[in-house]
């Protein structure tokens, strides 16, 4: 078989671990025109496939299976010893009655994204997209060349805003026909005039340029995606509500963050700010409408910080977990990955006292000179944890 016909019929390997032949076979309809999908009827049947075969990009893994449940693949995969297994990209299928602390456990024990039964087909094909598909660098030992330009073809394009200005008000409307909602999103890259300054002008616009290149990788082809001035960006979702469009969003925050665009002498780190507005027919808003609404959402991603979406007025967007809920550190981190910054705002405190005596050894063994931070810490905290008293003397 000559390379072109090699490279035309490669697909990412990725297997699917479930006790419910239906699961496998609804993973199967829905991403074998893309994929070659390897059935698991459970977790240690999946394990054997996974140590055997180098070859698969990614594992969708059930909650709750029979012997070997999918806590105990994640767990098992990310405490080996083979580097390609601890980073294996591990998707967590759970059903609307997995309550929120499975996925907290998963997110503990190094599960890379989720997704839920019964399936979103347009969903399931995003999962799938964005961690099966293969490195710049990878080449696997068939000769078959990546397979980058051919997921392109299935992703969104970045285009001139005054052709997605042209092109929107008539997948809004078609959107309203079809009594679908509409999904807007407005994105800015962090810290742009810092990067500016750090960078010089030419070097952080090209790390702009490549940042929306990568954001229209995360979407579909039907999404409109354009730059609107120096570090933002304007994103269109016909036919996709608020829940959808937030999974897509996490997708492009994911996938930003991990970018690390390479400028020759120095690695960035971008992170992305967000405002995003969803609305249905019955309001039938206009672009110019869906994008003032955005905008001013996304002001108070900004004023909070950053690094975060704001999907709704803040007194109503609901935020987890609750004030009365404590989160590890290592959930907390997981957490701030998401964007979720107000999540771990209100667990700071807790999550202080948990780190101090580390910043307190730290600070002595590695002359960090940080005691006047550290005694404002204890300051701030003493009243509610007096234990930290005996921390630094």
Do not use: W
Not at 3 to 23: C, G
Not at 72 to 77: A, D, G, P, R, S
Not at 84 to 113: F, W, Y
Not at 266 to 289: F, Q
């Amino acid at each position: 078989m000559d390379n072109a016909s090699t490279t035309q019929n490669y697909k990412p390997r990725v297997l699917v671990a479930d006790d419910s032949s239906l699961t496998r076979k609804s993973v199967q309809r829905i991403l074998a025109d893309d994929f070659e999908i390897i059935e698991a009827r459970d977790g240690q049947q999946a394990l054997g496939i996974l140590y055997a075969d180098e070859d698969i990009h990614a594992v969708f893994v059930d909650f709750m299976m029979p012997e070997v449940d999918g806590f105990e693949v994640l767990k098992t995969l990310r405490e080996s010893n083979n580097l390609r297994l601890r980073k294996l990209p591990v998707i967590m299928m759970s059903s609307h009655e997995d309550g929120a602390s499975l996925r907290r456990k998963a997110s503990v024990l190094g599960a890379t994204d989720f997704i839920t039964k019964p399936f979103d087909s347009l969903l399931l094909k995003t999962r799938a997209r964005a961690h099966a598909r293969l490195p710049d660098d990878y080449h696997p030992s068939t000769d078959a060349p990546n397979q980058e330009n051919k997921a392109d073809d299935k992703t969104a394009e970045l285009m001139e805003y005054t052709a997605l200005e042209q092109s929107c008000p008539q997948l809004i409307t078609d959107s309203y026909d079809q009594q679908q909602s509409v999904s807007l999103l407005y994105l800015k890259v962090d810290a742009f005039e810092a990067l500016r300054q750090t960078t010089g002008k030419k070097e952080a616009a090209a790390v702009v340029k490549q940042t929306g290149r990568l954001i229209a990788k995360q979407l579909r082809a039907q999404d409109k995606v354009a730059p609107v001035d120096a570090d933002d960006f304007i994103i269109l979702l016909p036919n996709t509500d608020a829940n959808l469009a937030k999974e897509l969003v996490k997708l492009i925050f994911r996938a930003v963050r991990k970018s690390h665009p390479d400028l020759g002498n120095m690695r960035i780190s971008v992170t992305l700010s967000g405002g995003m507005v969803s609305n249905g027919p019955e309001s039938g808003y206009s672009l110019e409408k869906l994008k003032d609404i955005a905008a001013e959402r996304l002001q108070k991603a900004v004023n909070k910080g950053g690094n975060q979406l704001v999907y709704a007025d803040l007194k109503r967007q609901k935020i987890v977990p609750e004030k009365t809920q404590d989160i590890s550190l290592v959930a907390a981190l997981e957490l701030l990955n998401e964007g979720e910054t107000e999540a771990v705002n209100l667990q700071i405190p807790a999550l202080l006292e948990e780190v101090f005596p580390l910043l307190v050894v730290a600070n002595a063994r590695l002359d960090l000179g940080i005691d006047d931070a550290l005694r404002r810490i204890q300051a701030r905290l003493e009243n509610s944890k007096p234990k930290l008293n005996r921390q630094l003397h």
